[in-house]
């Protein structure tokens, strides 16, 4: 049997992803997967799980936003996992995930597409000891997501990220 580490943050978002994990594991089980999961606590838990766990998952999946997925990246990368990497996006920025054209209010069919598909291979960069796939940039408004506060942008949601970098033109 293939295994699959789910890894999902639970402040992501609208903080609704917790209402579909039920439905995500039922989905992976049919398409072959021992499911196995980690649910976020503090800030260091993916890192840290990742360096500790098994190397021999065929997939891990990521369930957050960009930061969330970023932060996954870089602890298999940084820990040597070959695995393939799904994403569920349910933050509330999805850059990547829209770019790859998962859809974004359908968990279970982005569940459906990292059983019933074959991954992609795409390119990792690596700018200051941090690798990316989506975005590496720099620039006036580089920190707006980086110091942007949760509560404001849980309230929010993209529109926080407008009124974060408004306040920086100054």
Sequence with gaps: MKKLKLIYNPFSGDKSFKYNIDNCIKIFQEGGYDVHILRCINP??????????????????????????????????????KSSLGIIPSGTAN???????????????????????????????LANDRYFINVCGGGVFMN??????????????????????????A
């Excluded at 990547?96 to 390119?123: G, H, K, M, Q, W």
């Design 44 to 81: 260091g838990d993916i890192e840290n799980h990742i360096s500790q766990m098994d190397k021999d998952y065929d997939v891990i999946v990521a369930s957050g936003g960009d930061g969330t997925v970023n932060i996954v990246l870089n602890a298999m990368m940084k820990n040597d996992i």
């Design 95 to 125: 850059d990547f995930a829209t770019y790859l054209n998962l859809p974004s209010n359908n968990v279970e069919e982005c569940c459906r597409i990292i059983t019933d598909t074959e991954p992609r291979d795409t390119d990792v960069g």
């Design 144 to 169: 707006v997501s980086h110091t942007i506060d949760t509560n404001f942008k849980n309230a929010l949601g993209t529109v926080a990220y407008y009124l974060k970098g408004m306040e920086q033109l």
